[in-house]
């Protein structure tokens, strides 16, 4: 089973800057994405960034220019640098893993989620 973990979050003053982490574990033998959505309290999931396979990214509109997700140094991680937040970024951050396990079965992982706060 792929389990994906995050960590980095917490409160921060609007403007600043926060750095999460993901990292995927376990039967892996490809992973094609890594991605980051986030949920404020009563709203929908949204998409945040992707980083696909090729280093390919995809960002959401309210993100672009303020975000970034790179690849990790440690195998099959990624990160999520988050620059002038604002209290409209708050919520909890999620990190989904989607590939191929050992076993060649499509797998798609999700994490417990992060918490971020962005005071103002």
């Known amino acids: 089973q792929v389990q994906v973990v995050e960590s980095g979050g917490g409160l921060v003053q609007a403007g600043g800057s926060l750095r999460l982490s993901c990292a995927a574990s376990g039967p892996i033998f490809r992973l094609n994405a890594m991605d980051w959505y986030r949920q404020a309290p009563g709203k929908e999931r949204e998409s945040v960034a992707l980083l696909g396979r090729d280093d390919n990214t995809n960002y959401g509109d309210s993100v672009k220019g303020r975000f970034a997700i790179s690849r990790g140094n440690a195998k099959n991680t990624v990160y999520l640098q988050m620059n002038s937040l604002k209290p409209e970024d708050t919520g909890v951050y999620y990190c989904?893993?989607?590939?191929?396990?050992?076993?060649?079965?499509?797998?798609?992982?999700w994490g417990q989620g992060t918490q971020v706060i962005v005071s103002s």
């Open positions: 989904n893993a989607e590939g191929l396990t050992s076993q060649l079965l499509v797998f798609n992982s």
